[in-house]
Nanobody, 126 residues
Framework: QVQLVESGGGSVQSGGSLRLSCAAS????????MGWFRQAPGKEREGVAA???????SYADSVKGRFTISQDNVKNTVALQMNSLKPEDTATYYC????????????????????WGQGTQVSVSS
């Protein structure tokens, strides 16, 4: 069993920065994928960024150049550094993990992931 706990959400003004962190507990072995998703009120959940066990990263077009995903394999944490935040980045952000076996529908597809955190709120004011 894997548990994911997010932290680091908050409120910032447009142009500001936040760093989200996801602490993973349980057995996470090789060939995993970790992702960050977000869901704004009235909208579908969307993939924001992902990183796999080889360190390969993927980003949604809307956050490329502004967000950076990274991982610390010793501490079992995944971080999302968010710079140049915009009001449209306001959402609840979720950490997710894909532990094989299971369907792989792409690094930014929610159907790829089988473990989810509870979410942390990010609010960006104009």
């Amino acid at each position: 069993q894997v548990q994911l706990v997010e932290s680091g959400g908050g409120s910032v003004q447009s142009g500001g920065s936040l760093r989200l962190s996801c602490a993973a507990s349980g057995y996470i072995y090789s060939n995993y994928c970790m992702g960050w998703f977000r869901q704004a009120p009235g909208k579908e959940r969307e993939g924001v960024a992902a990183i796999d066990s080889d360190g390969s990263t993927s980003y949604a077009d809307s956050v490329k150049g502004r967000f950076t995903i990274s991982q610390d394999n010793v501490k079992n944490t995944v971080a999302l550094q968010m710079n140049s935040l915009k009001p449209e980045d306001t959402a609840t952000y979720y950490c997710a993990a894909r532990i094989p076996p299971g369907r792989f529908a792409g690094p930014l597809s929610e159907y790829t992931y089988n473990y989810w955190g509870q979410g942390t709120q990010v609010s960006v004011s104009s």
